[in-house]
Structure formats: structure tokens, C-alpha cells
């Protein structure tokens, strides 16, 4: 899958669940790890480890699953990572406390 249909995917996929505040970090020449960071937010516990449950079926469904998935003990900040995009679904606390957006922007 190309770097612009993962991206496109992944941002449907949170959108379809409803998370809020969905962000895209281009973090090329930035990040020897990927090249985007997707930041979204989930309104409680729950509904952070429904966007990141929803993202890993709809990938594996089209036969591309994540490496990785953490923080889904607490669910405050589970990571999803794709490869070369990394979804971070944040519950609003741990995203303001955090400043993703302002470490890697």
C-alpha cells in the first residue's frame, strides 16, 4: 500500500468511529521511524480502544495489520503503528498534557 492510501485509510477508519480533532504530522526528515503521525482523539476510555480495535480489523481486512499496538491496558493513549504511519489515538488530557501536535509540528 502506498504512503498517501495507508494515510487516507487510517484517517477514514477514525473518522468512521468518530474520533475528534484528527491531525496529520508530516514527520519526514524528522522521525527515523515513519513518515506521518495521525493524533485523534477519543472521548473516554472506551471509545479510545474502539477506534484503535476498529482500525486493526478494517486492516487486517484488507490484509495490511499493524506491527504494533500499545497502551490498550488504560486506553488514555493507545498507539497503532502501521509502518509509516503511526495513529495516535489520545483521550483530550493526555493529548493537551502531550502537545504532539507542537513537539513534531
Known sequence: MQLQELHDFIVDKVDDIKAQDIVTLDVRGKSSITDFMVVCTGTSNRHVASIADHVNKESKLISY????????????????????????????????LYQLEKLWG
Not at 67 to 95: P, T, Y
Open 65 to 96: 495489520p499493524p506491527f504494533g499496538i500499545s497502551g490498550e491496558d488504560d486506553s488514555e493513549w493507545v498507539i497503532v503503528d502501521m509502518g509509516s504511519v503511526m495513529l495516535h489515538i489520545m483521550q483530550k488530557d493526555a493529548r493537551d
